[in-house]
């Protein structure tokens, strides 16, 4: 398993931006398919955004394509994601994930809680309007 560690949470006014990373050690890094989540009080996690481990691939969430942008550096062990034109319920505590080692290939995105193996403690994002 690889550690997640994530960063960069705030508060923000709606409308506004921000970048969270995911730094990643114990592996190589572009073995695996990367993800994030997020959960907002009262609520189950969801997913959010996946990248594959080429980078060639990515998908979102209906509700923040368009303004959110996933992307990761392989060579430097970092993943991202952009957000732009934040919105009150984007607030959540935002949490990367790893898959399963070398699982899938080059070009695939996992979207499912259930492949991921490996998780960061969270950083809170909140939006205000």
């Known amino acids: 398993q690889v550690h997640l560690v994530e960063s960069g949470g705030g508060s923000v006014q709606a409308g506004g931006s921000l970048r969270i990373t995911c730094a990643v050690s114990?592996?190589?890094?572009?073995?695996?398919?990367m993800g994030w989540f997020r959960q907002a009080p009262g609520k189950g996690r969801e997913f959010v955004a996946a990248i594959a481990r080429s980078g060639s691939t990515s998908t979102y969430l209906t509700s923040v394509k368009g303004r959110f942008t996933i992307s990761r550096d392989n060579a430097n062990n970092t993943m991202y994601l952009h957000m732009n034109s934040l919105k009150p319920e984007d607030t959540a505590v935002y949490y990367c994930a790893a898959s399963k080692e070398g699982a899938g290939l080059d070009w695939t995105v996992f979207t499912r809680r259930i492949d991921y193996e490996s998780w960061g403690q969270g950083t809170q994002v909140t939006v205000s309007s």
């Open positions: 114990g592996s190589t890094f572009s073995r695996y398919s």
